[in-house]
């Protein structure tokens, strides 16, 4: 299905099943530059090291609300399209850390308009999207995918990164636009970003919230105490 979000870019999300929901926005005019001294001093509180303010605000988004983001440098999409669709066996990606990896049919991809790899969806970054100190106008994306997609493509390529830890165990579908407002004023407020776009949000079925019933007299007698 195909949908415009703007004049800029065009929506393709070819694979629905694999990525239920997909929302993006763009930004320009960013100031890359060094972050606040409060998120860096959040960052090392938890074992992550400061980057810049871009890279910065999307992992304090991963984990004060545990919904992955990506950034693209959106003068790098060709086509002015984004397609989240399944390539051939074998196609090249060539990935942030400067490896050649060949993909498996089964591999969710973004692909730009000229349906070139840009990043394995939920894992890891391509080389040649990614956001840079001389980057002014970003793509940025907020999805949900499948659990098991996400978990057979990080196992396979040996990429345990932090978004597909999130992703593989079950992202919450209702939080992709929330987090990417928030994403959104962070940028505003710290890399001078402005909203070029109108927000973006493929979700064509939603996925409704799991009821659990539970017999509080079970739970007492299984923990031994009494939980009113």
């Known amino acids: 299905q195909a949908v415009r979000s703007s004049l800029l870019l065009l929506f393709k999300i070819e694979n629905t099943e694999a990525c239920p929901r997909y929302s993006g926005v763009l930004l320009s005019d960013i100031k890359t530059g060094p972050s606040p001294d409060w998120l860096r001093n959040m960052l090392n509180a938890i074992g992550i090291r400061p980057i810049n303010n ?11 609300y545990g919904q992955p983001l990506h950034a693209f440098d959106a003068e790098k999409i060709s086509g002015q399209e984004v397609r989240v669709k399944n390539l051939p066996e074998g196609t090249a990606f060539l990935s942030l850390d400067e490896k050649e990896r060949k ?3 089964e591999d969710l991809m973004i692909c730009d308009g000229q349906d070139k790899p840009m990043c394995i969806a939920g894992v890891f ?9 001389e980057t002014k106008h970003i793509f ?15 196992t396979r ?5 932090e978004a597909a830890k999130v992703f593989e165990k079950g992202s919450d579908p209702a939080l992709t636009v929330k987090a990417l407002k928030k994403a959104v004023y962070l940028l505003q407020q710290y890399a001078g970003a402005k909203v070029a776009s109108d927000f ?18 079970n739970v007492n007698n299984l923990l031994g105490i009494e939980i009113s």
Do not use: M, Q
């Open 125 to 133: 970054g391509g080389l040649h999207s990614g956001v840079t100190d």
């Open 157 to 161: 390529h040996l990429l345990r990164t």
């Open 103 to 105: 993909l498996h049919a």
């Open 54 to 64: 871009v890279v910065d605000i999307t992992n304090f988004i991963l984990h004060a």
């Open 140 to 154: 940025l994306e907020s999805a949900h995918f499948s659990a098991a997609s996400i978990r057979k493509t990080s």
């Open 200 to 217: 973006f949000d493929f979700y064509p079925k939603e996925i409704k919230p799991r009821e659990i019933h539970l017999d509080c007299n």
